[in-house]
């Protein structure tokens, strides 16, 4: 902007008398002035988004916190749909014999899935809402 201003100011002065170099010139001090006279504001922040302070974990740490992760994840398995003996579990379409998390999808029922791991067995349930109308057919 600056040199915008510079670049005009000297096209007027090219065209311009001796009074109207001086009201140009008197112009550009008080710009200056102005511009010398601004101040800076300190802002006291606390965070830098940019800085990532590097702490080294201990084994035991690292080791809760993965617990915590897992814990985190046996919890989470939702199923959503069930379509065509396929299950929509956290997002993503499932058949029979396909790893889910760390289990295996064994058997898709009408309204439910058993998942198997060595000797444990989940069975995850479509949740039913009240206002949900369902249809099932005859055969």
């Known amino acids: 902007m600056r040199t915008l201003l510079l670049l005009l100011f000297t096209i007027m002065i090219a065209h311009a008398d001796t009074s109207m170099i001086e009201k140009i010139n008197h112009t550009l001090d008080q710009i200056r002035l102005q511009e010398s006279q601004k101040t800076t504001i ?20 690292h080791k809760q916190l993965a617990e915590k992760v897992t814990k985190k994840r046996k919890k989470s398995l939702i199923l959503s749909m069930i379509l065509n003996k396929k299950a929509f579990i956290n ?8 790893k889910v998390a760390r289990y295996v999808l064994s058997k898709v ?13 989940i069975v995850l349930k479509l949740k039913t809402a009240e206002n949900l109308l369902v249809k099932k057919e005859v055969l």
């Open 42 to 61: 300190n802002l006291d922040i606390k965070y830098d988004p940019f800085y990532h302070d590097k702490k080294i974990m201990t084994k035991k740490q």
């Open 91 to 98: 997002g993503v379409w499932y058949r029979e014999n396909q």
């Open 109 to 121: 029922n009408q309204d439910s899935v058993v998942l198997k791991r060595k000797n444990k067995t």
